[in-house]
């Protein structure tokens, strides 16, 4: 009638004191082989509670216990639970196609992504035939794929883009027109520019020979902005939503009626200023961003937060860091 017998009443060994073989949910710890042992109460799903294996709740076991903000079973960092069970504040990417159906967000989760990016975003410049965009960190440029949201590629800035370090840039923006072979990238740093040829097949870069250019929109229209002010700026090849309104016969010597191409530069104060980039090239009017209809809406990125934005083809990508 007895499992066991060592001698003992001890119930904190492999027998117990009835001389039944102990075991994970008897409701005694065995001393080395055990950190806890409720009994019926173990649980693989309470906070708190010892778990089936007798081992003591931890942070990467999938449940929010006692002093955890978060438990998403594991302890990597940058999948939006950080190592030790913390919120982590990561960047999101924020995308609208059309007013009525509003803007949607996706964390930039990078855990398990060898191409995302790990450090703060500063700035992003579309390759609008590919469906593309070089996303720029302060040291590296990043390959998002936007028809599926994956990281392609990665590397140093100064590598791919020869003069250009990373450190210094503000914005950046892309023009590729999809007749072309290539896109034309400019970086912005300040009040100086640099621009490239990514040939739209290989991505092979070659660098204007005259880099860095000087930037002096003084006589580019009424509401040019502070280039060192300029903190994201995109150019869409197209104005199918109708958000950017304007009278280009108005602003410049020229018949049309409507904005086509445009630009828009959003200032570190929140301003943005819309650029005619299909008749005039000129800064034709100035409008806190809240007013520009996508920014209106609820769920927008907040101004403060916004590190850069990119087009594609129909839709307007914004990145904001935490």
Same mark, same amino acid.
């Given at each position: 009638t007895e499992e066991c017998d060592d001698g003992n009443t001890s119930n904190d060994d492999a027998c117990l004191n009835n001389c039944i073989q102990a075991s994970c949910g008897d409701g005694y710890i065995r001393q080395g082989e055990e950190e806890c042992d409720d009994g019926a109460l173990n649980s693989n799903t309470q906070p708190d509670a010892c778990r089936m294996d007798c081992s003591l709740p931890s942070c990467g076991d999938g449940i929010v216990d006692s002093g955890e903000e978060c438990d998403d079973g594991n302890q990597i960092e940058g999948d939006g639970c950080s190592p030790n069970c913390n919120n982590e504040?990561?960047?999101?990417?924020?995308?609208?196609?059309?007013?009525?159906?509003?803007?949607?967000?996706?964390?930039?989760?990078? @855990?398990? +992504?060898?191409?995302a990016p790990t450090l703060p975003i500063v700035a992003a410049a579309n390759i609008e035939t590919r469906?593309? @965009? %070089?996303? %720029?960190?302060?040291? =590296?440029?990043?390959?998002?794929?936007t028809t599926n949201l994956q990281w392609a590629e990665h590397g140093?800035?100064?590598? +791919? %883009?020869?003069?250009?370090?990373?450190? =210094?840039?503000?914005?950046?923006?892309?023009?590729?027109?999809? =007749?072309?072979?290539?896109?034309?990238?400019?970086?912005?740093?300040?009040e100086w520019s640099r621009s490239y040829s990514v040939d739209n097949n290989t991505l092979e870069v070659t660098p204007d020979p005259n880099n860095p250019h000087h930037i002096d929109w003084s006589e580019q229209g009424a509401h040019p902005p502070d280039p060192e002010n300029l903190k994201a700026i995109w150019l869409a090849l197209e104005n199918n939503e109708g958000w950017v309104t304007g009278v280009p016969s108005q602003i410049c010597e020229t018949q049309e009626t409507a904005i086509g191409p445009y630009a828009a530069g959003l200032t570190t104060g929140g301003s943005l200023h819309l650029y005619d980039a299909g008749y005039c090239w000129e800064f034709y009017e100035m409008m806190p961003l809240g007013d520009f209809p996508p920014f209106g809406l609820s769920g927008a990125p907040p101004s403060s937060n916004i590190a850069a934005a990119f087009y594609v083809s129909p839709s307007l990508y914004i990145f904001t860091n935490p």
């Open positions: 504040s990561l960047p999101q990417l924020y995308s609208i196609s059309s007013l009525p159906g509003g803007w949607t967000v996706t964390p930039v989760t990078y @855990a398990g +992504k060898p191409h469906g593309e @965009a %070089f996303v %720029f960190t302060a040291q =590296n440029y990043h390959l998002l794929d140093t800035v100064s590598t +791919k %883009f020869p003069g250009a370090t990373g450190t =210094n840039l503000t914005s950046s923006y892309g023009i590729s027109w999809s =007749n072309e072979e290539t896109t034309s990238i400019t970086l912005l740093e300040g």
